[in-house]
């Protein structure tokens, strides 16, 4: 969730500026998922809505938790969540039994 501090038409910028900041720390993007701006169930530190953006990316291990701790530090970022996907392998069918 990035915080555009009421300035709808900075989240473009903000979105180009943390792209910027994961491929400095050496990810890959593969794909921006940009889902709007949305209202919170329950309002936190003064706000009511921010924009949520989904990046999704390939990144060594190692370079996870400074980037946590970076966006954390990041006044444009509100709330930040990794996640691991793991790709499914195709499965070897078995030949049918004659």
Do not use: C, H, W
Not at 30 to 50: C, E, L, N, V
Not at 68 to 91: G, S
């Amino acid at each position: 969730m990035i915080n555009t501090g009421g300035k709808d038409d900075a989240a473009p910028d903000l979105i180009e500026a943390l792209k910027k900041e994961l491929e400095t720390a050496g990810a890959k993007v593969k794909a921006i998922q940009k889902m709007d701006k949305r209202t919170f169930a329950r309002a936190t530190k003064k706000q009511s809505a921010g924009y949520y953006v989904n990046f999704v990316f390939d990144a060594p291990a190692t370079a996870i938790a400074p980037l946590r701790a970076k966006l954390t530090l990041n006044e444009t970022v509100f709330r930040v969540m990794f996640l691991e996907a793991v790709e499914k392998k195709a499965e070897a069918k078995e030949p049918a039994a004659a």
